[in-house]
Structure formats: C-alpha cells, structure tokens
C-alpha cells in the first residue's frame, strides 16, 4: 500500500502577517539604512537621539526598534536633500525629557556640565 502525502491546506496570510509585509516595503530598519548609507548602525542611532534626525530622515518606533521611512531613506541615497519634520524632532526630544531617568548617567552628567560651565548648547 502506498501512502500519498496531502497537500498543505492553503491558509489565508492573517492581518498581522499583511501588516508586517506592508511595514517592510514601506519603511527600512536601522540596519538597513546604515548600509544603504555605508555608514554603521550605531552612527544612525547616535545621530537620531542627538539630534532627533539622521541627516534629515526621521524614524518611527512602534516598539523598541526605529523604523525609517523608505521613499526618504531612497530620496536621501538618489542625492536629494530631505527636511526633517520640526514637529517629530520636538516629540522625540519631549518624550526624551519626560522621563529623565532613561537618560544614561554619563550623559547626564554631561548636560550637567555644559549648563555649569556656562558652555550652554551646541
């Protein structure tokens, strides 16, 4: 007797599944965007939680990970400039201040330093 395999039942991609392909064509992780850049990873998040922006790209974060949008990460490798949403930098610098134990001792310490020293910002 010879025993055929059935065919796997054809199942229906989920909402979440459709969600995440959609996220992946429509946004870049920070990996991917330091190589497009050729640049390292940790340079593109440095830059985002100095300056809110990396060279004028802003991400999202939808959890613990930054997202960043790919028609601007494309416009930014084709030459055009890309300008940073005023709003989104504020956000993310308001986010950072609300809760100030998130922010690491040394770099604490820093700030706190710059203020004394009557250096202000940068």
């Given at each position: 007797?010879?025993?055929?395999?059935?065919?796997?039942?054809?199942?229906?991609?989920?909402?979440?599944?459709?969600?995440?392909?959609?996220?992946?064509?429509?946004?870049?992780?920070?990996?991917?965007?330091?190589?497009?850049?050729?640049?390292?990873?940790?340079?593109?998040?440095?830059?985002?939680?100095?300056d809110g922006h990396y060279l004028g790209v802003v991400p999202i974060k939808p959890s613990r990970r930054l997202l960043w949008p790919a028609d601007q990460v494309d416009a930014l490798i084709a030459g055009q400039t890309v300008k940073a949403d005023a709003a989104k930098i504020d956000e993310h610098?308001?986010?950072?201040?609300?809760?100030?134990?998130?922010?690491?001792?040394?770099l604490r310490a820093k700030a706190e330093k710059r203020l004394t020293s009557g250096e202000g910002a940068k």
């Open positions: 007797m010879q025993i055929i395999p059935k065919a796997a039942p054809e199942t229906s991609r989920s909402d979440w599944q459709k969600a995440a392909e959609s996220v992946a064509r429509n946004f870049s992780t920070t990996e991917e965007y330091a190589a497009a850049l050729k640049v390292k990873p940790q340079s593109v998040r440095a830059g985002y939680c100095r610098f308001a986010r950072k201040a609300a809760d100030a134990s998130k922010v690491p001792a040394h």
